[in-house]
């Protein structure tokens, strides 16, 4: 079992910043991927960022020059950096752990919400 435990979302104007953090605790596998979703109202939900246990990372295209995600594995911890901030990065942003052993499995933070103001 894993839980995930999410902060840093608030209300923010266009162009600043926020850093949001996710902790894991639990049964979690040497071998993971953790990352960030968000979902608009109205829109499914999107994959953000993801890093690998190893490091490597991947960006959705829309965030890839303005967010950074890392990780630190002593932790268990990822973070999103989000800078020039836009409103349409105005979403519930959850907390995502892939964990890969006998059997793969889904894990998601509750959700923190990100509001961008104009």
């Known amino acids: 079992q894993v839980q995930l435990v999410e902060s840093g979302g608030g209300l923010v104007q266009a162009g600043g910043s926020l850093r949001l953090s996710c902790a894991a605790s639990g049964s979690i596998s040497s071998l993971n991927v953790m990352g960030w979703y968000r979902q608009a109202p109205g829109k499914q939900r999107e994959l953000v960022a993801i890093i690998a246990s190893g490091g490597s990372t991947n960006y959705a295209d829309s965030v890839k020059d303005r967010f950074t995600i890392s990780r630190d594995n002593a932790k268990n911890t990822v973070f999103l950096q989000m800078n020039s901030l836009k409103p349409e990065d105005t979403a519930v942003y959850y907390c995502?752990?892939?964990?890969?052993?006998?059997?793969?499995?889904?894990?998601w933070g509750q959700g923190t919400q990100v509001t961008v103001s104009s």
């Open positions: 995502n752990l892939r964990r890969f052993g006998i059997t793969s499995q889904n894990y």
